[in-house]
Each structure stands twice: as C-alpha cells, then as structure tokens.
C-alpha cells in the first residue's frame, strides 16, 4: 500500500465540515488539532488517542505525517485559527471580568 493511499484512508477534506481542512476520516477532528496536541501540549500519539478515544493510533500518526507532507500549510492554519480567536476574544469581553468589575464598581 502507498503512502498515499494509507493517508488518504485516515485523512479526508470536505467542504462544509471544518471549515474544509484536512481532518481525521469520519470524525470532526482536524489534522490541525492533533498536531497542536503534540507539538504545543507534548502529548504522544498514546496520549492523544486517550484524549480522543474514537480515533486510532494509526489516525494520529496519519495525521501527523499528512502534517509534516503540508508543513506550512497546516502551520499557516494554525496562525489563521489563534489570530482569530484573539480578535474574538478582543471584541467579546469576558463575562466573568464584567461581572467582577460590576461587583467592584469599575466601569472599565
């Protein structure tokens, strides 16, 4: 079997389902979000299976090589992602700040 028939056995793209990025074959976990779990928390492949007991070792390891096949790629949507998510959290505030400021009598 080739590589790139046992990768494509573990790792699908489809528009409409996250957001269209490579994710692991029938589930709703992206390529993106394991190799955040290996890269930035320094899970083992073991580790993430136990954190994502409905995938296989080999999904994990799938996942990863399509990773390092789509090195900037993947990494430029990783930056996408947390650049995103800081403007989100930029233009909405904290509800448990506002909360603490309030019982404070801060009006920041």
């Not at 790792?11 to 779990?37: N, S, Y």
């Not at 990863?64 to 909405?92: G, K, N, S, V, W």
């Amino acid at each position: 079997m080739s590589k790139t028939s046992t990768i494509t056995e573990h790792i699908e793209i489809t528009p409409g389902i996250c957001g269209g990025k490579p994710r692991i074959a029938g589930h709703r976990i992206r390529v993106e979000d394991i190799v955040i779990c290996h890269e930035k928390m320094g899970f083992s492949p073991d580790e993430i299976v136990s954190q994502y007991p409905s995938i296989t070792l080999a999904d994990v390891y799938a996942a990863l090589t399509y990773y390092h096949d789509h090195l900037e790629e993947i990494r430029q949507q990783i930056l996408e992602d947390e650049e995103f998510a800081r403007a989100m959290q930029a233009e909405t505030p904290s509800l448990v700040a506002k909360k603490l400021r309030e019982s404070y009598g801060r009006k920041d």
